[in-house]
């Protein structure tokens, strides 16, 4: 190991106050906090308590105050439009400042929320960013979620105005947004007073007077608004996440340890130079797009590009190779998902070799494990380090990683590398005592959780305390299972809840079963998911039907699955679902979802000794083997 990576990772467990104050004056401060960690009594820890500052400020005006007033911010690439555009710093400063005065102007204040509901636009960073401005709170709703999923997200955070788009587009299907919006609305327990929404050229969307304005509309006649100081324990954003319920968690981030962690991370995990340009392909709705397409690097006087398109099929798949030599990439960040669909389609990677990799330095993977062939396509490829690391929605940037900013370690395919600094990974057994090395048990973080992670869920944190700490006290639990091996690389393995990733998007089963459960045909059921070679996972929902409607099963499956795309959304890829007589079960009626995952991957696994009725696991077997022809 190098000693850059040991020596940091040393001094933040050892004297964290020491290690985070340091990073703190990357930052710039309206006051400088003198309190840097105050430890709670649940072990859990408050970041810069006394600090004042403004996330916007550190990520635009300061850069333009420092004299990078023209140099590249944001630039917009969308291959479904045909447009790239490219914002300064100084142009990025003042679209924000001016949307921040439209936003005041409907009364949006310090502490009030924004839910944001808009497809990769420059407009979605605008209007995270004014919020931030103005120390509004915003929530971004991931496009690809149905309405139900958004009225849910309304009513939680109770948002003062909806930022939303006419529409978005899917390779060359234009995705009305309005019409989900306003569905989402009248399902809301919480409306919002009102609605901005941007017209696309390419579709107009229907204004409900005195309650929409269009963008423009809302920008026109507004003063541009200054930086609103907050606390550094203020928030600077909720994000939801699948639970193992239907209600969604809501992830709240701080914005002064946020700022600082992110800040960190650049120059320390990425190593991307301000004036830099960093690539991450994802989505602004999803926690890597929060930190790694809008903040961090703006955060770092970096430039990012936004990209509106996919992996394959915008126009092909060169595309994220375009990206890289078109706008001088250092760095890019994407799922291992988008890998898979780049190699399915040109495995010889012969479009690669019209741009070459220009100044291209790694490749980041993240939001799913990285599986060694994808990551050994990629590297031989590329030539170049390709770095699997590892994070969440709550952590808000990498628990693990080969910190490439600390100086390169040997890789291990498999594994996102080690521990971060700042991050006190351990693997427990049940009872919360510590697996001897290489042995798989829970993968926990032992408290204060370094700056930018979640402090608590939005309204809830009783429910914060039961989902993270209590099954470890003194830890948090991370959900994952996996070890340490020891050499100190951490292994991630498995969740060990409910939860799935499919093309490394992060998804409930539990929830799924809510909704197959509404069906009134359905007695019982149970989604699993299942290995998927494009998405890494599917979901795989298995029926069991009242009496009386078993003729009806092919109809039943199909309904299901339009079920789930109209309460979840397109993005659950719920494709699947299969009649059976009876769910294989324990004497005490517990589901054994993980034997039947094993039998649909086709691994190994061992009769459980607790099992009720075996031949219920026979006719698991045989559904999941006529799939092809059974499943809706
Ligand atoms: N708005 C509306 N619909 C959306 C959407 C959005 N923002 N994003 C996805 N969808 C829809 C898709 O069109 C698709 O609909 P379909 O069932 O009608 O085909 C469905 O949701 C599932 O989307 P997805 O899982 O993304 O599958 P895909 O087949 O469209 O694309 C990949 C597969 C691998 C190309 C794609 O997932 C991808 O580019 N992944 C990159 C990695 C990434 O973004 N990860 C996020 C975390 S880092
Ligand atoms: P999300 O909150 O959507 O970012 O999803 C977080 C989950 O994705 C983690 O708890 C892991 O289960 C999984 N995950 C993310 N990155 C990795 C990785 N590098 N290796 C293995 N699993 C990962």
Redesign the pocket.
């Known amino acids: 190991m190098t000693s850059r990576y040991q020596e940091a990772h040393r001094r933040a467990l050892a004297d964290p106050e020491e290690f985070w104050g340091e990073a703190a004056d990357t930052i710039d401060w309206v006051r400088r906090p003198t309190r840097i960690l105050e430890r709670q009594e649940n072990g859990t820890g408050r970041w810069f308590a006394d600090g004042l500052l403004n996330t916007c400020w550190n990520a635009l005006d300061r850069h333009v105050e420092a004299g990078r007033g023209n140099q590249a911010a944001l630039i917009y690439d969308s291959p479904v439009t045909g447009m790239v555009r490219s914002y300064s710093y100084g142009d990025l400063r003042d679209r924000v400042a001016r949307f921040a005065g439209a936003l005041a102007a409907l009364g949006v204040a310090k502490g009030d929320r924004v839910v944001i509901y808009m497809?990769m636009v420059p407009e979605a960073a605008i209007a995270m960013l004014a919020c931030a401005r103005l120390g509004a709170i915003h929530s971004v709703v991931?496009?690809?979620f149905a309405a139900p999923e958004l009225a849910t997200r309304l009513d939680d955070a109770q948002p003062k105005v909806v930022v939303s788009a006419s529409c978005?587009i899917?390779i060359a299907?234009i995705?009305p947004y309005k019409p989900l919006l306003d569905e989402a609305i009248r399902l809301s327990a919480a409306p919002p007073q009102r609605c901005i929404v941007l017209q696309r050229p390419m579709l107009t969307a229907d204004l409900v007077p005195g309650r929409d304005l269009s963008w423009d509309e809302a920008e026109a006649d507004v003063e541009p608004h200054a930086c609103v100081p907050v606390a550094a324990t203020d928030p600077l954003y909720i994000l939801y996440t699948s639970g193992t319920t239907g209600q969604p968690k809501g992830i709240v981030r701080d914005n002064g340890g946020h700022a600082v962690a992110l800040r960190w991370s650049m120059a320390n995990i990425y190593a991307v130079a301000p004036g830099e340009v960093m690539f991450t392909?994802?989505?602004v709705?999803?926690v890597?797009g929060h930190s790694y397409i809008v903040y961090a690097p703006l955060l770092a006087g970096a430039t990012t590009i936004l990209y509106e398109g996919?992996?394959?099929g915008t126009p092909d798949a060169g595309a994220y190779w375009r990206v890289i030599a078109q706008h001088g990439v250092s760095v890019m960040f994407?799922?291992p998902?988008?890998f898979?669909?780049i190699k399915r389609e040109d495995p010889e990677g012969r479009l690669l070799a019209p741009h070459g990799t220009g100044r291209l330095r790694a490749l980041f993977l993240?939001?799913e494990r990285a599986d060694p062939p994808t990551v050994e396509w990629a590297q031989q490829l590329l030539g170049l380090p390709v770095i699997d690391h590892w994070w969440q929605t709550e952590t808000g940037w990498p628990i693990a990683a080969n910190c490439l900013g600390l100086g390169l370690m040997p890789v291990k395919p498999g594994s996102p590398t080690v521990a971060v600094p700042g991050w006190d990974v351990r693997c427990l057994d049940a009872e919360g005592q510590e697996m001897p090395t290489g042995d798989v048990g829970a993968l926990a973080i032992r408290l204060p959780l370094p700056p930018g992670a979640l402090p608590t869920l939005w309204n809830a944190e009783a429910r914060f305390r039961q989902a993270y700490l209590a099954a470890f006290p003194g830890y948090y639990q991370t959900g994952d299972a996996g070890f340490v091996d020891a050499d100190g690389y951490v292994h991630v393995m498995s969740r060990t809840d409910d939860i799935i990733n499919?093309?490394?998007?992060r998804l409930s089963t539990g929830q799924m079963e809510e909704v197959l459960a509404g069906h009134p045909a359905v007695a019982e059921c149970a989604v699993i998911g299942i290995a998927d070679a494009?998405?890494g996972q599917v979901p795989l929902g298995l029926l069991v039907l009242k009496a009386g409607t078993a003729s009806a099963g092919e109809a039943v499956a199909r309904e299901v699955v339009r079920m789930v795309r109209d309460r979840i959304?397109?993005?659950a890829?719920f494709k699947t679902a299969v009649v059976v007589q009876r769910l294989p079960k324990t004497r005490s009626g517990k589901i054994l979802r993980g034997t039947m995952r094993a039998i649909a991957d086709g691994q190994d696994y061992r009769m459980p000794a607790t099992i009720d009725d075996p031949a219920a696991l026979d006719e698991i077997r045989s559904a999941l083997a006529a799939l092809g022809s059974s499943g809706a």
């Open positions: 497809p991931f496009g690809g978005g899917e299907r995705v392909a994802s989505d709705g999803w890597v996919k992996p394959v994407t799922a998902t988008a898979r669909a993240a939001g499919v093309a490394g998007h494009l998405k959304g397109p993005v890829a």
